[in-house]
């Protein structure tokens, strides 16, 4: 059997990018090294990196993400990018989805233990939540699939002029060449690479902006949209 490996004492970068929050954020990195990875949502090799690579790569992603706004994390898994982000920004209305109920039980008992009062947790896949939940200002996701396939998922779940930001590593700009008629079929407007972290993480953290128009997910998705707030606003009628 293969010992736990040991998490290090958090970074000094930490207190200041967490604040107030760093108890709680300290708490995160422990049930990450502790039931993450006994439940298999981590590898244990990634605990002597947990800080670095996991929980400041995904709190800085808060430096690109607007004031106010409600956002959706796709594929959240153990609650990367979402809940570092939670915890540094608490004027955002977070919806964590996930479809595996051992991942969504996880994220419920973390929600629950540090008090995020602004997360909700939902099981589902992105395809399926279409009208289940209400469009977001901006859909995150880090390591969840290759842009296009993520674009198809995450951007039908965007208000008109929302934006998708994607973590991602070194083969951002091919990723993005090579998903750039996807996105246009998808009704993107622009497309940028961002790095975000200066100071913080080293290297800095990679982001794609995915910004659309008035028709996220393009015309194929507009039908499919116009039918679930049918659907929603008959329900709540009943």
């Not at 490996?5 to 995160?28: C, H, I, K, N, T």
């Not at 809940?83 to 929600?111: G, H, M, Q, W, Y």
């Not at 039908?156 to 090579?178: H, I, T, V």
Request: charged fraction near 25%; charge should be neutral; hydrophobic fraction near 45%.
């Amino acid at each position: 059997m293969t010992e736990a490996a040991e998490l290090p004492p958090a970074p000094e970068q930490a207190r200041e990018v967490f604040g107030d929050r760093f108890a709680d954020a300290v708490r995160y990195a422990e049930l990450l090294a502790e039931a993450g990875v006994q439940r298999g949502l981590i590898g244990p090799r990634e605990v002597p990196r947990l800080w670095e690579r996991h929980l400041l790569n995904c709190a800085v992603l808060s430096e690109v993400v607007p004031e106010g706004v409600t956002v959706c994390d796709v594929g959240s898994g153990a609650g990367l990018p979402g809940i570092p982000l939670a915890l540094v920004r608490e004027d955002l209305k977070i919806t964590l989805l996930e479809p595996l109920l051992r991942r969504t039980n996880f994220l419920s008992e973390v929600v629950e233990l540090l008090g995020l009062d602004h997360v909700t947790v939902v099981r589902g896949r992105a395809e399926e939540v279409m009208g289940k939940i209400q469009p977001v200002h901006v859909v995150t996701a880090r390591a969840v699939a290759p842009l296009d396939r993520l674009a198809a998922w995450g951007i039908p779940l965007l208000r008109p002029y929302g934006q998708m930001l994607a973590l991602k590593g070194d083969a951002a700009e091919d990723e993005l060449k090579s998903a750039s008629a996807a996105l246009s079929k998808l009704g993107a407007v622009e497309t940028s690479i961002l790095h975000v972290g200066e100071g913080v993480v080293d290297p800095m953290s990679t982001v794609v902006r995915v910004e659309v128009g008035e028709s996220p997910g393009g015309v194929r998705f507009a039908a499919k949209r116009a039918k679930a707030a049918r659907t929603g606003r008959a329900r709540r009628r009943r």
